[in-house]
Protein backbone atom coordinates (compact mmCIF):
# COMPACT_ATOMS: atom_id res chain seq x y z
CA UNK A 1 0.00 0.00 0.00
CA UNK A 2 1.55 3.20 -0.76
CA UNK A 3 2.38 5.72 1.93
CA UNK A 4 0.20 8.72 2.43
CA UNK A 5 2.40 11.56 2.71
CA UNK A 6 1.43 14.03 5.54
CA UNK A 7 0.69 17.27 4.89
CA UNK A 8 3.05 20.33 5.52
CA UNK A 9 1.67 22.94 7.60
CA UNK A 10 2.09 26.11 5.95
CA UNK A 11 2.17 30.23 6.38
CA UNK A 12 -1.56 30.26 5.64
CA UNK A 13 -2.46 27.68 8.43
CA UNK A 14 -0.75 29.83 10.67
CA UNK A 15 -2.09 32.63 10.22
CA UNK A 16 -5.38 30.92 10.60
CA UNK A 17 -4.34 29.01 14.06
CA UNK A 18 -2.90 32.52 15.44
CA UNK A 19 -5.99 34.57 14.30
CA UNK A 20 -3.59 37.03 12.76
CA UNK A 21 -2.77 38.07 9.48
CA UNK A 22 0.03 36.82 6.75
CA UNK A 23 1.51 40.22 6.96
CA UNK A 24 2.10 39.51 10.61
CA UNK A 25 3.21 35.65 10.18
CA UNK A 26 5.60 36.84 7.64
CA UNK A 27 7.45 39.62 10.18
CA UNK A 28 7.06 37.32 13.38
CA UNK A 29 9.19 34.64 11.25
CA UNK A 30 11.46 36.95 9.93
CA UNK A 31 11.72 38.04 13.56
CA UNK A 32 11.43 42.21 12.13
CA UNK A 33 9.49 44.75 14.25
CA UNK A 34 6.08 46.28 14.79
CA UNK A 35 4.41 42.59 16.42
CA UNK A 36 3.36 43.22 19.88
CA UNK A 37 4.93 40.48 22.26
CA UNK A 38 1.25 38.51 22.61
CA UNK A 39 0.58 38.55 19.15
CA UNK A 40 4.39 36.86 18.74
CA UNK A 41 3.51 34.12 21.48
CA UNK A 42 0.38 33.09 19.81
CA UNK A 43 2.01 32.74 16.58
CA UNK A 44 5.24 30.72 17.92
CA UNK A 45 2.46 28.50 20.02
CA UNK A 46 1.17 28.16 16.16
CA UNK A 47 4.09 27.02 14.98
CA UNK A 48 4.45 24.17 17.88
CA UNK A 49 1.08 23.22 17.49
CA UNK A 50 1.30 22.50 14.07
CA UNK A 51 4.55 21.48 13.68
CA UNK A 52 5.53 24.12 11.52
CA UNK A 53 8.93 23.50 9.28
CA UNK A 54 9.65 26.23 7.10
CA UNK A 55 11.15 25.54 3.74
CA UNK A 56 14.87 26.39 4.17
CA UNK A 57 15.72 26.09 0.20
CA UNK A 58 12.87 28.03 -1.09
CA UNK A 59 13.38 30.50 1.91
CA UNK A 60 17.15 31.04 0.54
CA UNK A 61 15.54 31.43 -3.03
CA UNK A 62 12.73 34.24 -2.30
CA UNK A 63 15.31 36.34 -0.09
CA UNK A 64 16.49 39.39 -1.77
CA UNK A 65 19.75 39.69 -0.03
CA UNK A 66 22.43 37.28 1.96
CA UNK A 67 22.55 36.45 5.27
CA UNK A 68 24.80 39.28 6.74
CA UNK A 69 27.00 37.85 10.13
CA UNK A 70 28.94 40.09 12.38
CA UNK A 71 31.89 37.84 14.52
CA UNK A 72 33.29 40.18 17.15
CA UNK A 73 36.39 38.56 18.51
CA UNK A 74 38.56 40.18 20.63
CA UNK A 75 42.45 41.90 19.69
CA UNK A 76 45.72 40.77 21.11
CA UNK A 77 48.05 37.51 20.26
CA UNK A 78 45.39 34.85 21.70
CA UNK A 79 46.26 31.98 19.72
CA UNK A 80 43.25 30.43 20.73
CA UNK A 81 40.99 33.73 19.41
CA UNK A 82 43.88 33.13 16.08
CA UNK A 83 42.75 29.93 15.68
CA UNK A 84 39.26 31.20 15.55
CA UNK A 85 39.18 33.52 13.61
CA UNK A 86 41.32 30.69 11.20
CA UNK A 87 38.50 28.86 11.37
CA UNK A 88 35.81 31.80 10.36
CA UNK A 89 37.37 32.55 7.30
CA UNK A 90 37.99 28.93 5.75
CA UNK A 91 34.19 28.11 7.22
CA UNK A 92 33.43 31.72 4.99
CA UNK A 93 34.76 30.04 1.64
CA UNK A 94 32.50 27.03 2.42
CA UNK A 95 29.76 28.36 2.80
CA UNK A 96 29.83 31.64 0.11
CA UNK A 97 27.22 29.67 -2.09
CA UNK A 98 24.72 29.76 0.75
CA UNK A 99 25.02 33.65 0.83
CA UNK A 100 26.19 34.06 3.76
CA UNK A 101 27.78 37.12 3.96
CA UNK A 102 30.25 36.96 7.03
CA UNK A 103 32.48 39.72 8.83
CA UNK A 104 34.63 40.04 11.29
CA UNK A 105 35.75 42.39 13.72
CA UNK A 106 38.14 42.67 15.96
CA UNK A 107 37.27 44.40 19.48
CA UNK A 108 39.59 45.91 22.61
CA UNK A 109 39.82 42.42 25.04
CA UNK A 110 38.12 42.81 28.25
CA UNK A 111 37.03 45.80 27.40
CA UNK A 112 32.95 45.55 27.62
CA UNK A 113 32.78 49.16 26.83
CA UNK A 114 34.72 49.09 23.56
CA UNK A 115 32.14 45.95 23.00
CA UNK A 116 29.41 47.31 23.92
CA UNK A 117 29.60 50.25 21.61
CA UNK A 118 30.48 48.03 18.80
CA UNK A 119 27.37 46.07 19.29
CA UNK A 120 25.73 49.31 19.41
CA UNK A 121 26.92 50.37 15.87
CA UNK A 122 25.33 47.21 14.28
CA UNK A 123 22.79 48.10 12.16
CA UNK A 124 19.82 45.54 11.26
CA UNK A 125 20.51 46.97 7.22
CA UNK A 126 24.26 45.65 7.17
CA UNK A 127 23.55 42.64 10.02
CA UNK A 128 20.80 39.96 10.37
CA UNK A 129 23.09 37.99 13.25
CA UNK A 130 25.95 39.02 15.40
CA UNK A 131 28.41 36.32 17.46
CA UNK A 132 29.66 37.99 19.80
CA UNK A 133 32.84 36.15 22.65
CA UNK A 134 31.18 38.44 25.09
CA UNK A 135 32.25 39.89 28.21
CA UNK A 136 30.16 39.05 31.44
CA UNK A 137 29.48 43.10 31.53
CA UNK A 138 26.54 45.13 32.21
CA UNK A 139 27.18 47.26 29.10
CA UNK A 140 27.23 44.25 27.00
CA UNK A 141 23.80 42.43 28.77
CA UNK A 142 22.15 46.08 27.77
CA UNK A 143 23.53 46.41 24.31
CA UNK A 144 22.69 42.71 23.37
CA UNK A 145 19.39 44.16 24.40
CA UNK A 146 19.32 46.96 22.29
CA UNK A 147 20.64 45.28 19.22
CA UNK A 148 17.35 42.64 19.99
CA UNK A 149 14.92 45.52 20.06
CA UNK A 150 16.52 47.20 16.94
CA UNK A 151 16.28 43.29 14.91
CA UNK A 152 19.50 42.07 15.54
CA UNK A 153 20.03 38.04 17.14
CA UNK A 154 23.14 37.79 18.81
CA UNK A 155 24.61 34.22 19.20
CA UNK A 156 27.18 33.84 21.80
CA UNK A 157 30.57 31.91 21.06
CA UNK A 158 33.44 30.71 23.89
CA UNK A 159 31.94 33.07 26.57
CA UNK A 160 28.47 33.65 27.63
CA UNK A 161 26.18 36.10 28.97
CA UNK A 162 23.18 33.87 30.03
CA UNK A 163 21.36 36.77 32.20
CA UNK A 164 20.62 38.47 28.72
CA UNK A 165 19.02 38.34 25.44
CA UNK A 166 21.35 36.34 23.57
CA UNK A 167 19.66 33.79 21.50
CA UNK A 168 22.31 30.93 21.76
CA UNK A 169 25.14 29.99 23.09
CA UNK A 170 28.16 27.88 21.01
CA UNK A 171 30.66 26.52 23.67
CA UNK A 172 32.15 23.83 26.13
CA UNK A 173 30.53 23.35 29.26
CA UNK A 174 33.02 25.07 31.15
CA UNK A 175 31.89 24.35 34.79
CA UNK A 176 32.47 20.53 33.32
CA UNK A 177 36.09 21.92 32.10
CA UNK A 178 37.14 23.15 35.46
CA UNK A 179 36.04 19.95 36.99
CA UNK A 180 37.97 17.65 34.53
CA UNK A 181 40.69 19.84 35.60
CA UNK A 182 40.23 20.05 39.13
CA UNK A 183 40.21 15.69 39.02
CA UNK A 184 43.04 15.34 36.42
CA UNK A 185 45.57 17.53 38.95
CA UNK A 186 43.50 15.61 42.24
CA UNK A 187 45.03 12.50 40.80
CA UNK A 188 48.10 13.61 39.77
CA UNK A 189 49.16 15.39 42.64
CA UNK A 190 47.66 13.61 45.92
CA UNK A 191 46.68 14.99 49.01
CA UNK A 192 48.05 18.29 50.78
CA UNK A 193 49.92 19.09 47.34
CA UNK A 194 49.95 23.23 46.27
CA UNK A 195 47.90 24.19 43.42
CA UNK A 196 48.73 27.43 41.60
CA UNK A 197 45.54 28.95 39.35
CA UNK A 198 46.40 31.44 36.35
CA UNK A 199 43.33 32.80 34.80
CA UNK A 200 42.83 35.26 31.96
CA UNK A 201 40.28 37.22 33.03
CA UNK A 202 37.91 36.79 35.97
CA UNK A 203 35.58 39.13 33.83
CA UNK A 204 34.92 36.34 31.32
CA UNK A 205 32.24 34.16 31.86
CA UNK A 206 33.88 31.02 30.82
CA UNK A 207 36.82 31.61 33.45
CA UNK A 208 34.47 32.32 36.61
CA UNK A 209 32.82 28.62 35.36
CA UNK A 210 36.48 26.92 34.98
CA UNK A 211 37.46 28.65 38.43
CA UNK A 212 34.00 27.31 39.87
CA UNK A 213 33.93 24.18 38.64
CA UNK A 214 37.73 23.45 39.60
CA UNK A 215 36.80 24.04 43.10
CA UNK A 216 33.78 22.84 43.49
CA UNK A 217 35.65 19.29 42.11
CA UNK A 218 38.35 20.18 45.11
CA UNK A 219 36.19 20.47 47.70
CA UNK A 220 34.34 17.28 46.98
CA UNK A 221 36.83 15.10 46.18
CA UNK A 222 39.97 16.58 47.25
CA UNK A 223 40.02 18.39 50.16
CA UNK A 224 43.50 18.48 50.73
CA UNK A 225 44.76 20.33 47.91
CA UNK A 226 45.93 23.97 48.51
CA UNK A 227 45.17 26.41 46.22
CA UNK A 228 47.08 29.46 45.55
CA UNK A 229 45.52 32.08 42.92
CA UNK A 230 44.22 33.01 40.72
CA UNK A 231 46.41 35.42 39.47
CA UNK A 232 45.49 37.47 35.56
CA UNK A 233 47.27 36.95 32.86
CA UNK A 234 44.88 38.50 30.37
CA UNK A 235 45.14 35.70 27.91
CA UNK A 236 48.78 37.96 27.18
CA UNK A 237 51.98 35.82 27.25
CA UNK A 238 54.01 38.23 28.91
CA UNK A 239 51.72 38.98 31.80
CA UNK A 240 50.84 34.92 31.61
CA UNK A 241 54.63 34.43 32.04
CA UNK A 242 54.98 36.66 35.05
CA UNK A 243 52.10 35.04 36.67
CA UNK A 244 53.22 31.87 36.70
CA UNK A 245 57.08 33.32 37.57
CA UNK A 246 55.48 34.77 40.39
CA UNK A 247 53.50 31.82 41.82
CA UNK A 248 56.68 29.55 41.37
CA UNK A 249 58.92 31.76 43.27
CA UNK A 250 56.53 32.17 45.89
CA UNK A 251 55.50 28.79 46.71
CA UNK A 252 58.69 26.51 47.02
CA UNK A 253 56.11 23.74 47.37
CA UNK A 254 54.04 23.86 44.45
CA UNK A 255 53.77 20.58 42.37
CA UNK A 256 50.52 21.35 40.15
CA UNK A 257 49.43 24.76 37.85
CA UNK A 258 45.94 25.04 36.11
CA UNK A 259 45.68 27.72 33.36
CA UNK A 260 42.51 28.71 32.54
CA UNK A 261 42.81 30.80 29.43
CA UNK A 262 45.48 31.53 27.15
CA UNK A 263 48.88 33.17 27.26
CA UNK A 264 50.06 29.64 27.20
CA UNK A 265 53.10 30.43 25.23
CA UNK A 266 54.04 32.92 28.04
CA UNK A 267 53.80 29.47 30.72
CA UNK A 268 55.76 27.36 28.78
CA UNK A 269 58.41 29.71 28.80
CA UNK A 270 58.13 30.47 32.18
CA UNK A 271 58.17 27.06 33.22
CA UNK A 272 61.46 26.22 31.10
CA UNK A 273 63.31 29.36 32.65
CA UNK A 274 62.60 28.34 36.37
CA UNK A 275 63.75 24.93 35.50
CA UNK A 276 60.05 23.55 36.41
CA UNK A 277 59.08 21.71 32.88
CA UNK A 278 58.08 18.64 33.58
CA UNK A 279 58.59 18.64 37.22
CA UNK A 280 55.18 20.31 38.02
CA UNK A 281 51.59 18.81 36.90
CA UNK A 282 50.20 21.09 34.47
CA UNK A 283 46.94 21.32 33.17
CA UNK A 284 45.98 24.21 30.27
CA UNK A 285 43.55 24.76 27.82
CA UNK A 286 43.50 24.96 24.44
CA UNK A 287 45.38 22.94 21.40
CA UNK A 288 47.81 25.67 19.51
CA UNK A 289 51.24 25.25 18.14
CA UNK A 290 52.59 26.26 21.81
CA UNK A 291 50.74 24.20 23.78
CA UNK A 292 51.14 20.67 21.10
CA UNK A 293 54.99 21.40 21.48
CA UNK A 294 54.56 21.88 25.44
CA UNK A 295 52.62 18.48 25.57
CA UNK A 296 55.50 16.67 23.65
CA UNK A 297 58.35 18.33 25.70
CA UNK A 298 56.83 17.70 28.93
CA UNK A 299 56.15 21.19 29.94
CA UNK A 300 52.48 20.65 30.18
CA UNK A 301 50.74 17.16 30.90
CA UNK A 302 46.78 17.75 29.45
CA UNK A 303 45.62 20.09 27.26
CA UNK A 304 41.52 20.63 27.56
CA UNK A 305 40.31 21.53 23.94
CA UNK A 306 37.13 23.14 22.77
CA UNK A 307 37.38 22.88 18.95
CA UNK A 308 37.48 26.26 17.38
CA UNK A 309 36.07 24.37 14.00
CA UNK A 310 33.55 22.56 15.57
CA UNK A 311 32.55 26.05 17.30
CA UNK A 312 32.37 27.87 14.31
CA UNK A 313 30.69 25.57 11.95
CA UNK A 314 27.75 25.36 14.68
CA UNK A 315 27.79 29.19 15.62
CA UNK A 316 27.64 29.96 11.50
CA UNK A 317 24.58 27.33 11.24
CA UNK A 318 22.21 28.44 13.74
CA UNK A 319 23.18 32.31 12.54
CA UNK A 320 22.45 31.23 9.22
CA UNK A 321 18.87 29.53 10.54
CA UNK A 322 18.18 32.39 12.65
CA UNK A 323 18.63 34.79 9.12
CA UNK A 324 16.31 32.51 7.31
CA UNK A 325 13.52 32.20 10.38
CA UNK A 326 13.74 28.65 10.28
CA UNK A 327 11.66 27.27 13.29
CA UNK A 328 12.14 25.32 15.36
CA UNK A 329 16.24 26.95 16.13
CA UNK A 330 18.52 24.81 17.98
CA UNK A 331 19.00 24.40 21.59
CA UNK A 332 22.32 26.38 22.61
CA UNK A 333 24.87 23.83 21.35
CA UNK A 334 27.50 22.38 23.75
CA UNK A 335 30.69 21.50 22.20
CA UNK A 336 32.35 18.48 22.88
CA UNK A 337 35.60 18.71 24.82
CA UNK A 338 38.50 17.34 23.75
CA UNK A 339 41.32 16.10 26.23
CA UNK A 340 44.82 15.75 24.87
CA UNK A 341 48.26 13.85 26.04
CA UNK A 342 51.36 13.63 24.31
CA UNK A 343 50.42 10.22 24.07
CA UNK A 344 46.82 10.90 21.57
CA UNK A 345 47.63 14.14 20.18
CA UNK A 346 46.43 14.12 16.27
Avoid: W
Avoid at 71 to 79: K, M, T
Avoid at 135 to 140: I, L, M, R, W, Y
Avoid at 236 to 258: F, K, Q
Amino acid sequence: MARIKEKRATVHDLARAAGVSLATVDRVLNRRPGVRPATISRVEAAIEALDFRRDVPASLLARARAINVTVLLPDGENSFMANLSAAIEEEGRRRAAERLQITAQRVRAFDGGALARTIDALTRENCDCAIVVATDAEEVRAAVERAALRGIEVVTLVSDIPESRRRHFVGIDNLAAGRTAAALLGRFCGEGARIGLIAGSLALRDHQQRLQGFRETVRGKFPGLRLVGPLEGHDNAAETAVAAERLIAENDDLEGLYSLGAGNSGLVAALHRTGRAGKLRVVAHELTKTTRQGLKDGAIDVILDQNPQGEVRAALEIARQIGLGSYPLPEPFTIELGIFFAENLR
